[in-house]
DNA sequence: TTTAGCACTCCGGGAGAAGGAGTGCTAAAC
DNA sequence: GTTTAGCACTCCTTCTCCCGGAGTGCTAAA
């Protein structure tokens, strides 16, 4: 069934004036607000078929209306007014984009922090890769002691390296044999293969130049399951003790817990640029009266990024989807031209 | 003034009662619980000559006492029993230190985590340099398209690298000499003196390997700044909202975002094994009712860490301390022989 | 010096009571 | 047929009052 235009208007009211004040709203209070001229009255007749119809719900029965997650739903995807930013907005999110490079995971959470700021809700931040990872370049290099550097340049040109150590003496005529090696068997192919082709050319070599082959080829295969992995962040937990529904400490426990323990169970955005899940749509039992936005950004070419607050059900859902879109455009930007020397100049 | 047996003996009751119960402690409680037999109306003498020694203070008229800092801090001094380590605690203790290895700070987060669970509080830790770090080596490796990755292997061997873009050629010839030049001037020494360095070799070589040289020359600079860097990293903030003393909303939200945005002004530790810091001892406002027990590791023979745990003032100092310094030294020991090929293995 | 006894203080919890916000229903008005 | 005024009713919240209990400090006796 079709809810009138007055009903429209009448959910559209009360679910932004539970946003404001997490109160219960009353009849009287709509009627103030409403436009079109109607007394409390009918505005009372409206509010018992919307609770009848499920969109909102009545905490006691001489109490006002609060949203249901269905009316919250129908307000995201009917009534919603989607913000532009302001300007002011727009200067504090550049602002707070000026991080300072370095590791990945450090800026994840700087930017993790900078949004919650924004946002005034705990975030989370995680990445994944749009391509596997690939070796693109083996190299060793002696050291004294017998030792050996290995230097692994990966797909998107990042480049890592680890000191070897070895029992044994490896001539200086012997490395360009081994680099020759695994630069022509061991590159572009995935973990699993490069194991396959380590046991395969196992006994074409002597025992001791495989030893080195092999450290190298784990070096490399760990390298690749680890920039593989899935990193998740969270930043800003504090912010739900000043959220009047996490004033209570055991709820608020919980959620915190969640956040700094079970990240990876944090729901994920599979396509499209953002997503936003109200209550009980969270599958997990401790997202089930919060609310989650998720929205994502590109590092460079090779990486996608997603950005996610997590609040109340009463979140003000215009406003944190148009700073959080705000914001993981210019994570995008930011990671665009940035970062030229590590990940996105993938050709 | 000395404290007489018996108020001493009164002294530990209080605490060690009050740690229990977060209660104020009666006349009658103590009475029941000292060995020595005296009657309620003999301990409400002595409690009134420690309330006005400033042991013990009094929440109100009709109330019973709860230590003061100036209490438990006499307390941590004189009265408090260490305690040993059960065999349950110390299994719990090692089995929590089965980190997967990988990045220092995933491993701190780690452990600072497991500590976490141990003591029931927030937890922290940082790392310290024993030694300034230097380079120990260069080298450079030729790739297509006129780039080049530089490696650099510092004093603890650890080994960097990263790909430099060029946008013009050198020669496969010209590396080798750049090679030599960075291991001769730029190994070993400071930042500072790295840039002296580079601007009296400015005019020594043509400008487009002046400008790959100091790319690289950078480079290891930044590496070593960072790695000098004082890196914190807290774990278990959700642990305080279990605690009476934060049930409190606000007080939780003063501490917890402390704890996430103030990390650099958490007490440190200068030399010893331990220090206990209880209450207004802390610097810092917003640590002035709770208290701070710090404990040291060594990581290899190179570098050592802190680790910290933040309460509230009526914590168990005896439990935590003896949890604390165990984990520590599992620390130590794990340090010791888990991590050959990176930063243990200075000579 | 210790102890029993006692009056006193103060907190915490429970019981009303008052106030207020809001509802649902009815009957009249539009 | 919709809208609205009016009104009785419900239920929450807040306040106050009161009482019981825990604990104290003091006094006087052991």
Redesign the interface.
């Known amino acids: 069934m079709e809810l009138t235009q007055r009903k429209r208007q009448i959910l559209k009211v009360v679910v932004e004036d539970h946003i404001r004040t997490a109160e219960p709203v009353g009849s009287k209070t709509i009627a103030a607000e409403m436009t079109g001229k109607v007394s409390s009255a009918t505005i009372r007749n409206e509010l018992a078929d919307l609770t009848e119809m499920g969109y909102l719900e009545q905490p006691h029965t001489s109490a006002g209306r609060i949203p249901s997650p269905k009316g919250y739903r129908f307000y995201v995807n009917e009534l919603m007014e989607s913000q532009a930013l302001s300007e002011d907005e727009r200067v504090r999110i550049d602002e707070s984009l000026q991080l300072r490079g ?2 990945m ?1 450090r800026m994840m959470t700087q930017a993790g ?1 900078a949004l919650s700021s924004i946002v005034n809700y705990p975030t989370y931040m995680a990445t994944t890769r749009k391509r596997r990872l690939t070796v693109r ?1 083996f ?1 060793l ?1 002696g ?1 004294d002691g017998g030792n050996c ?1 290995a ?1 692994v ?1 990966m797909s998107n ?9 070895l029992q044994l003496d490896v001539t200086a005529e012997q490395l360009p044999i081994l680099v020759n090696l695994l630069n022509t068997h061991f590159v572009n192919i995935s973990v699993s293969e490069m194991s396959q082709k380590l046991m395969s050319v196992a006994e074409q070599i002597p025992p001791q130049l495989f030893l080195l082959l092999s450290q190298a080829v784990n070096y490399a295969a760990e390298l690749l399951e ?1 920039a593989d992995k899935r990193e998740i962040v969270t ?4 912010q739900l ?2 959220i009047p529904e ?2 209570d ?2 709820k ?2 919980d959620l ?2 969640f956040l ?2 079970s990240k990876e169970s944090l729901p994920v955005l599979d396509d499209g640029p953002m997503k936003i899940l109200i209550g009980p749509e969270n599958v997990d039992e401790a997202l089930k009266d919060t609310s989650v936005i998720i929205a994502s950004y590109d590092i460079g070419d090779d990486m996608r990024g997603l950005i996610g607050v997590v609040g109340p059900t009463r979140m003000d859902y215009a406003t944190v989807a148009a700073r959080l879109s705000g914001f993981a455009e210019g994570l995008t930007r930011m990671f665009g031209k940035n970062l ?2 590590k990940e996105d ?1 993938e050709q």
């Open positions: 370095g590791e995971d922090k370049r190299d290099l050291v550097i230097v340049m040109d990042r480049v890592k390296s680890q000191l070897l150590q680890e930043a800003g937990a504090s003790l000043k996490f004033r400490a055991d608020a426990h915190m817990s700094a323990d030229p020397p100049t």
